[in-house]
């Protein structure tokens, strides 16, 4: 089907703004495409508008069941990464406004709200067309995204520090956390750096946000040590697995830390940088999250 093809990259990015999940973006595109399938080419005006309409209902509709997931989920709820690097083709699409820290942000938003801001503010779409997608009149499709818009603005992060020195800021982490070096870590972090850690219950991290630059310091040393890391290989099947590697990758438009073994990504560490400061650190092991990145 030469024509969803053609289409598919940009269907991709829709979904996982909304949905936040590669796995989960890439399950609605396919439900498009069967329902695509099933659709006389012939009768459709606008097939981009038609497709890009079927496959934000699809992922509205399957935000709303993940929310209810999510409730029970074990410790904070992250995103998934994706890698925006240059040469990752099929995801050209979401090389812009993927940062995970907005990302994170947009899952305070409601399922209409979400998908409101994604349409208008990542793809500049009409209000007229993104009120026919959602179901609603075009002045409550306003509202809905100017309250969107004014939550964004008030708990989205500043980004201020360029791409070369958020990876120079990285690298110098990356060291640090490699080394077990807590004074350099400490002189990295803000005063009062977050961590936020992802594992939903199928790899060790926090239950809870870990906050003070000593406190996540203490702990990101504490799950590099060699006793820790054995205990977390042996927990997703990995005993005896020793190449333990740190390197560097681009996920959603950022250099993040990339921790692998046995050929495999076990965690990702994206930071948010502000006055030169790591200001919070995202820290992602849980492996159905992560399965679909390639090592650095």
């Known amino acids: 089907m030469p024509t969803f093809e053609e289409h598919r990259s940009l269907l991709t990015g829709v979904a996982y703004r909304i949905l936040g999940s590669i796995a989960d973006a890439e399950d609605v595109v396919q439900e498009a495409w069967l329902r695509w399938a099933n659709v006389d080419e012939t009768s459709v005006e606008d097939a981009k508008a038609y497709l890009v309409r079927v496959t934000s209902r699809l992922a509205i509709d399957r935000l709303r069941w993940a929310k209810s997931r999510r409730e029970s989920y074990v ?92 990876r120079r800021i990285t690298e110098r982490f990356i060291d640090a956390a490699a080394g077990g070096d807590l004074d350099e870590l400490i002189e990295l972090f803000a005063g009062e750096v977050t961590m936020v850690s992802d594992g939903g219950g199928k790899a060790r991290a926090a239950l809870r946000i870990i906050t003070g630059a000593e406190n996540v310091s203490r702990y990101l040393q504490s799950i590099n040590s060699p006793a820790n890391i054995a205990r977390f ?55 159905e999250k992560i399965a679909h990145l390639t090592p650095a």
């Open 75 to 166: 410790g904070p709820w992250l995103p998934e990464p994706v890698s925006t690097a240059p040469d990752v083709a099929e995801h050209a699409e979401l090389a812009d406004s993927v940062e995970l820290a907005l990302l994170v942000v947009l899952e305070t938003l409601s399922p209409l709200e979400r998908a409101v801001f994604v349409l208008r503010e990542a793809f500049d779409m009409p209000f007229s067309e993104i009120g026919e997608i959602i179901g609603r009149a075009e002045p409550a499709t306003r509202q809905l995204a100017r309250r969107a818009r004014e939550h964004v603005r008030e708990k989205r992060p500043r980004f201020d520090v360029d791409r070369a020195e958020r």
């Open 233 to 287: 290989m042996v927990s997703i099947g990995m005993a005896g697995i020793s190449d333990l590697s740190f390197g560097v990758a681009v996920l959603n438009n950022a250099p993040a830390m990339i921790i692998s073994a046995g050929g495999r990504v076990i965690t990702v560490v994206s930071l948010l940088i502000v006055d030169g400061r790591i200001d919070t650190v995202y820290l992602i092991a849980n492996p």
